[in-house]
């Protein structure tokens, strides 16, 4: 499986941004997939994960009501929707996919300015 992110770029404040994440992979993507952020100075963290099924998706507490992660098996496709965003938000934004062994994007730059 590769991951290729798509999206991204400079922000304020308040703004909305969406991204998205395609998986080229032969098979039905019956796997988990979402996206883990990086600030500098700081861990990996996951920000917003998506079931096989699309059914059960969990959310970092921060980004509740704000991030909306969806997943198009069609195009194999997860798509994040980001909004109100935050300067605290800014970091890379790394897509998953919980294959064995994780599959990590190349991740891509997401900056909020005051």
């Known amino acids: 499986v590769q991951l ?19 998986a080229f992979d032969d098979g039905s993507m019956v796997y988990d997939m979402g996206w883990y952020r990086q600030s500098p100075g700081k861990g990996r963290e996951a920000v ?4 096989w099924d699309g059914e059960r998706i969990i959310y970092l507490e921060s980004v509740k ?4 992660i969806s997943r198009d098996y069609t195009k194999k496709t997860v798509h994040r929707q980001m909004k109100s965003l935050k300067p605290e938000d800014t970091a890379t934004y ?17 900056p909020v300015s005051s």
Do not use: K
Request: one cysteine or more; hydrophobic letters at 35%; a positive charge.
């Open 48 to 51: 917003a994960i998506s079931g």
């Open 65 to 68: 009501g704000r991030f909306t």
């Open 94 to 110: 790394y897509c998953y996919a919980a294959t064995s062994p994780r599959t990590w994007g190349q991740g891509i730059q997401v």
């Open 4 to 22: 290729v992110e798509s999206g991204g770029g400079l922000v304020q404040a308040g703004g909305s941004l969406n991204v998205s994440c395609v």
